[in-house]
């Protein structure tokens, strides 16, 4: 029996014991890097860039029940600062022993975050550094911030073989001031990152910093507007969700929530209860990468191509979320469980929020001769958490509708990424005086692993034509959908084209509605765009997945990120373009769909000195998966009972 078919349970017993998904608790990550230091000679010189759950085999997960023996590991990354060399480790938590160790050649793990804090440390006790400074007349070091950043790879000979960061400098204008209003702009210390020690503090020419402090902070600001009344989001009889550990039901939804600290959420075996069946939809989704290309040429600014995922971990720098702030209503959190780069446990308290929000009106019709309407109100479950990644914020927030509906939104806050210039600049906009906010894409790849009723699935492409105007047409006025199967991973790379109404559909081809229509799923292309960056630039080399919107793939356990397990300085071609140079076949079988959307920014005096939310995403709906609307038992609210008709 697969879990697309797995009678739902209806009884209001809680499922009790951890379930083969579940992220690693802090004593299962504790316990794998003591096996892991116990087993290795792993010293004081080793870093641990990744301590994650080693997730199951998909098909022991699919025929797995409750009550099944299962075996929990860890996957390790380490590091040995001491000699470069990385290695992956698979710690059996079940047996307690190391069961594989391999040196990982030629790459570089992401970056932690207690390697931001020393390197930052070394370069402002360099003698060089301060050098620079005082030609700049700065002589307060605490005033003074740095930012190091993944230097990318542009293929210059001496970088090869050493893990450094190349570092954004800034001036704050008091100890509490916004840092990133003032860009140092072309001081770029260089910092080899095993050794800690700085290798040379490039000078690209002095420019005074901006004179605006730039500040956003309340303290700061001495009137507020003063006409905001209360608005008090009550739940008194509770949130109609349930959560068991990880697993979540809600009305009709059902998923299991992980998390690691390179994607942030991830969502396993969402599905949806129809007539007493729990119908499969998605058995893995999360954003696998994202890349932010900066389009500036100097020297100072070209290197500036973060892969938020990939290099930084949007789960490792999660916020701990607060009540009241980040999120209003009835709300379940989730802590997250990782290590620093010393292997030592470490929790973000409330790193996911979930909660339920009222969405307006879900339908609504009039039969106005009758006087009589009919109306539903919407609510939507919200699953979500913000990273703050330097200077940005993204807020991650995954939707569920009671229409079936699934919605990704990217929430897209924080602070513009700034040089400083006298003028006009022709590759970013002067949001201040003498501050330039650099014109930037991000770029957001999803890994949806859908299993629609089961494994089995093909994906189309729906186009709209219009029909010419003939005997068949005499007025001109036809059109038609025409889907086209997607039969191989080059077929499968594809772009939006918003005037043809271009949809990608997933379906499995076995199963039919009611009225014999496969079941489907398709994705709503929402704001989306290409790179600019040349076919031919190293940035395009490294996240060759930008170019198409959409890739398919056959399931493989090991294609879990689309520019590679390590991006960190690696030259490129790795991840989806290598992958699908095989060319495999996708029809009617296990799919991987990598869809990709872009946020184009052309900065906006408006963006500053804090930019207000901007929204990028796209929707899952279903097309046919139902046989009619699956929102028509929403019962009418209280009040529509009582006074709406
Ligand atoms: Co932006």
Redesign the pocket.
């Known amino acids: 029996m697969t879990l697309a078919h797995a009678a739902v349970n209806q009884s209001s017993q809680p499922i009790v014991g951890s379930h083969p998904l579940d992220p690693l608790t802090a004593d299962e990550i504790a316990t794998a890097v003591a096996l892991v230091r116990a087993e290795r000679q792993v010293g004081d010189h080793f870093r641990f860039p990744s301590v994650v759950l080693h997730e199951p085999a998909k098909a022991f997960v699919l025929s797995y029940r409750l009550g099944d023996a299962f075996e929990r590991e860890a996957f390790l990354v380490l590091l040995d600062n001491e000699t470069g060399n990385t290695y992956e480790a698979i710690a059996s938590l079940t047996q307690g022993k190391v069961t594989s160790w391999l040196q990982i050649p030629g790459v570089q793990p992401n970056i932690m975050a207690d390697e931001l804090v020393e390197c930052e440390a070394v370069v402002k006790a360099h003698p060089a550094f301060r050098d620079a400074l005082a030609k700049r007349g700065i002589t307060d070091l605490n005033l003074v911030m740095v930012d190091p950043w993944a230097p990318g790879n542009f293929g210059f000979a001496d970088e090869v073989g050493i893990r450094f960061s190349r570092c954004l400098c800034y001036l704050r204008a008091t100890p509490n001031s916004n840092a990133y209003a003032r860009p140092l702009d072309g001081l770029v210390p260089v910092v080899d990152l095993n050794k800690m020690a700085v290798i040379r503090i490039e000078d690209l020419g002095t420019m005074p910093p901006p004179p605006e402090p730039g500040e956003y902070e309340a303290q700061f600001r001495s009137e507020f507007r003063t006409d905001i009344k209360p608005l008090h989001i009550t739940q008194p009889e509770g949130p109609s969700f349930d959560v068991d550990g990880h697993h979540v039901r809600w009305q009709k939804w059902n998923f299991r929530i992980g998390f690691t600290p390179r994607e942030g959420v991830v969502l396993h075996t969402v599905g949806y209860e129809d007539e007493g069946q729990l119908r499969s939809i998605l058995y893995r989704a999360s954003m696998a990468e994202m890349v932010v290309p900066y389009g500036d040429p100097r020297p100072q600014h070209y290197r500036k191509n973060a892969f938020d995922v990939g290099e930084h971990g949007v789960g490792m720098l999660a916020n701990s979320l607060k009540l009241g702030c980040d999120c209003l209503g009835h709300i379940h959190y989730f802590d997250a469980h990782l290590t620093n780069s010393r292997g030592e446990v470490s929790v973000i308290e409330n790193a996911i929020c979930m909660h339920e929000e009222d969405y307006g009106i879900l339908w609504k019709h009039t039969d106005w001769r009758r006087d009589s309407a009919e109306v539903r109100r919407s609510r939507r479950l919200v699953v979500s958490f913000i990273s703050t990644v330097d200077n940005y914020e993204y807020g991650f927030f995954w939707y569920f509708y009671q229409d079936g509906t699934i919605q990704y939104e990217i929430k897209?806050t924080g602070i513009l990424l700034c040089g400083s210039l006298a003028g006009s600049p022709k590759y970013g906009t002067v949001v201040a005086p003498e501050v330039n906010a650099i014109n930037?894409q991000?770029f957001f790849c999803m890994r949806l692993d859908f299993d629609l009723d089961g494994s089995a699935n093909s994906v189309y492409e729906v186009n709209t034509e219009a029909e010419p105007m003939g005997p068949d047409n005499p007025m001109g006025n036809a059109f038609y959908a025409v889907s086209s199967l997607l039969q191989t991973e080059q077929a499968a790379q594809r772009i939006v084209d918003p005037l043809a109404g271009r949809y990608w559909k997933v379906v499995n081809p076995t199963v039919q509605n009611r009225l014999g229509q496969p079941v489907g799923f398709k994705i709503i292309p929402g704001d989306t765009i290409l790179p600019f960056a040349h076919p031919d630039s190293p940035i395009m080399k490294r996240a060759g997945f930008m170019a198409k919107h959409l890739w398919v793939t056959p399931y493989a356990a090991d294609e879990q990120y689309p520019a590679g397990k390590y991006p960190n300085q690696n030259p490129g071609d790795q991840g989806l373009p290598q992958w699908t140079q095989a060319n495999r076949a996708i029809a009617n079988t296990d799919v991987v769909v990598w869809y990709n959307f872009g946020h184009h920014?052309i900065p906006r005096p408006e963006d500053w000195p804090v930019m207000p939310t901007a929204y990028s995403g796209f929707i899952l709906k279903p097309v046919g998966f139902f046989g009619a609307s699956p929102a028509m038992d929403v019962p009418p609210s209280p009040r529509q009972q009582a006074s709406c008709h």
């Open positions: 897209l930037h991000h920014h």
